[in-house]
């Protein structure tokens, strides 16, 4: 059984950095692409970052590119997303995900993700 759990968000300061975890059971990476995604109140759910987990490349969303780092550690089963010079328009509820395609690269594009995680909040506040 596929599952999905995140961890690490939190309340913090602008400015301010955090790490979220991705722990994955059910299917060992190095074969599916995760991605990161974040839904904010009122608005729509949207791709913020994209590992495949076999070759490490990434993907980046535009806004978040110079902030956010993704990476894996296989071994652990595990996807991190590291948020620094966080903003108040980060604060969202970020999910993790397994795209569709065995072996295929990533992409933010949320239609190609088969499972998720219940998420974690992240709240950027003074």
């Known amino acids: 059984q596929v599952q999905l759990v995140e961890s690490g968000g939190g309340l913090v300061q602008p400015g301010g950095s955090l790490r979220l975890s991705c722990v994955a059971s059910?299917?060992?990476?190095?074969?599916?692409?995760i991605g990161w995604f974040r839904q904010a109140p009122g608005k729509e759910r949207e791709g913020v970052s994209c590992i495949n987990t076999g070759t490490g490349i990434t993907t980046d969303a535009e806004s978040m590119k110079g902030r956010f780092a993704i990476s894996r550690d296989n071994a652990m089963n595990t996807v991190y997303l590291q948020m620094n010079s966080l903003k108040p328009e980060d604060t969202a509820l970020y999910f993790c995900a397994v795209h569709r395609g065995y072996g295929s690269g990533c992409s933010l594009n949320l239609a190609e993700y088969e499972y998720w995680g219940q998420g974690t909040q992240v709240t950027v506040s003074s």
């Open positions: 059910g299917f060992r990476l190095g074969y599916f692409a």
